[in-house]
């Protein structure tokens, strides 16, 4: 049987996905977030979403265990902990309005809010007064509702962190965490329901021997930034994602 034929691509389509697992993983090893938004921005040009999703909670969870000897003693649990309550609370909610609720439409105005949040932090803007349980459980429920909804349940994590003016070792390690469980519990769904099948199996294996490498990058590059730069290279990230988004949901209308 020719090799090509267990993962139904062809080698030019294998190539592009190496490179954006690897460009992937270094975003992960630097932001603490950001792996399944690159790679679903860039297989969305070769695999239907159905396919995409399993394979990115694979590398999910294995690029968060990589992760774990950069990140751990920098991982704040109670803000981890307090958020998995809200995100508990807001998942099922998303589910829900799936049946009433343009995801596309919801993806959309998410994005623009994004960018508007984004660009008002790359201005100075910070509120550590929110950084209270209430806050945190909230966070979570409307994470855990996008997330729902359109898969970006992320990034208001990452922007409720960046406006509590947390320390961006502690942002980095508390992502990396939270995406570990939140993915395992989501993979563990997966696998029983029947959506990860050999093919998405095939698909992963060699994808995750690249992960280590690009976490590695990462890790170097965040080691060697200042606070200042990480800040700005996360609102760079998440204002770049956020256009991607828009452009890809004008374009399918």
């Not at 050999?198 to 690249?210: E, V, W």
Request: proline share 4%; aromatic share 16%; hydrophobic share 55%.
């Amino acid at each position: 049987m020719d090799f090509l034929s267990y993962f139904q691509l062809s080698l030019i389509e294998i190539y592009f996905i190496i490179f954006t697992v690897f460009v992937a993983s270094i975003i992960r090893g630097f932001n603490g977030f950001g792996f399944s938004a690159t790679c679903i921005s860039g297989f969305s040009f070769i695999l239907p979403a159905i396919e995409i999703v399993p394979i990115i909670l694979i590398l999910e969870v294995f690029i968060s265990i990589f992760m774990i000897p950069y990140i751990w003693n920098k991982i704040d649990w109670s803000f981890v902990f307090k958020l998995l309550i809200g995100i508990a609370i807001g998942s099922p909610v998303g589910l829900y309005l799936l049946k009433y609720l343009s995801p596309e439409t919801t993806h959309l105005y998410v994005c623009v809010i994004i960018i508007f949040f984004s660009l008002l932090l790359m201005k100075g803007y910070s509120n550590k007064n929110i950084n209270n349980d209430q806050s945190k459980i909230f966070t979570g429920i409307i994470s855990g509702t996008l997330n729902g909804l359109t898969t970006l349940g992320g990034m208001p994590v990452a922007l409720f962190l960046l406006v509590t003016n947390i320390q961006p070792a502690v942002i980095r390690g508390s992502l990396a965490a939270l995406f570990f469980l939140t993915d395992v519990y989501a993979f563990i769904l997966s696998f029983f329901g029947g959506i990860i099948d050999m093919i998405t199996i095939y698909r992963s294996l060699p994808l995750i021997m690249i992960l280590p490498l690009g976490v590695f990058i990462g890790n170097k590059f965040f080691i060697k930034s200042k606070e200042q730069l990480y800040r700005k290279v996360v609102f760079y990230f998440l204002i770049i994602i956020s256009i991607i988004g828009i452009l890809r949901i004008l374009s399918s209308i």
